[in-house]
């Protein structure tokens, strides 16, 4: 799709590619409103929004593992937005020759995270954050492949890496999350997530312009990289990252792992499935 774009952005200019890709949003749009979902019981309602809230922060700040990641990709989600939102394209079109390199470059980085995808039907790494907060070291490459600048073929294998990165990680935190917290509580702690992961992108890209102007473009792509691997390093520090295994079994409202049903052997592959994340968790706040 990004190859796609960058190409059509070439051919046929900016304004068709953004109008061809507004009226791809109203096509999808359309689409769901075919989705059947009769069979879906209905939940029971809350007992309102602040107390869903209060209720949330509890489940979000009672767990290091979880408040630490998602403080760490506050930093890392906002500077490689910056660094490929705002530099990317600059350096796209000073060095690299223009909109299409560019768009093949993010067409590398997609197809990263299909890999990736398939690598984690595979592949189940029995400590989970360990290996996907190790995931996050390659995020920095991209701002720093920027900054030398590579050439296009450099920066598309970058890319790729980082695909591949982003989305090992991506499985990997959301089969924590389904693991770890209560099914009652995760749209509630999901709600902090998305939050503070993001919350910082604004006020990161409103600086990139700003951080060029004051310390040029190449020192700011470097802090944008060094910053990732500072934010990333420090996460290890906390044991629970570190030490939180994957199980075959998910967390009770009463915080305790739930028992297979009696005289029933438990399945590893079904309860894996079980805790395998729905869609993409931190590939679709940086994609």
């Keep these: 799709g990004a190859a796609l774009g960058g190409l059509m952005v070439a051919a046929i200019g900016p304004g068709w590619v953004l109008a061809v890709d507004a009226a791809a949003f109203a096509v999808a749009g359309a689409l769901r409103s075919f989705l059947d979902v009769s069979h879906i019981p209905e939940r029971a309602p809350g007992e309102g929004l602040i107390a869903d809230l209060r209720d949330g922060w509890r489940e979000f700040t009672g767990r290091p593992w979880l408040w630490s990641i998602v403080a760490q990709f506050s930093v890392v989600v906002a500077v490689v937005g910056a660094a490929e939102s705002v530099f990317g394209p600059l350096v796209a079109r000073d060095e690299l020759g223009g909109a299409g390199p560019w768009g093949l470059a993010l067409g590398a980085f997609g197809a990263g995270t299909v890999c990736g995808a398939f690598l984690m039907m595979r592949w189940k790494p029995r400590r989970l954050l360990f290996a996907g907060t190790l995931c996050v070291f390659p995020l920095a490459a991209p701002s720093a492949a920027l900054a030398v600048p590579l050439p296009v073929a450099g920066l598309a294998t970058v890319m790729f890496v980082s695909g591949v990165a982003i989305e090992v990680f991506g499985v990997s935190w959301m089969t924590a999350m389904h693991q770890e917290i209560p099914e009652e509580k995760l749209s509630r702690v999901a709600a902090y997530d998305w939050f503070g992961s993001i919350a910082m992108v604004p006020l990161a890209t409103a600086l990139a312009g700003p951080a060029e102007s004051a310390f040029g473009r190449t020192p700011s792509l470097w ?63 940086l994609g």
């Design 223 to 285: 802090g944008c990289a060094a910053l990732v691997v500072l934010v990333t390093a420090a996460v290890l520090f906390v044991p629970d990252v570190r030490n939180l295994t994957r199980r075959t079994t998910h967390v009770t409202s009463a915080g305790t792992p739930a028992d297979p049903e009696p005289g029933r052997k438990p399945d590893p592959l079904a309860a894996a499935a079980e805790a395998s994340p729905d869609g993409e968790g931190a590939v679709g706040r």
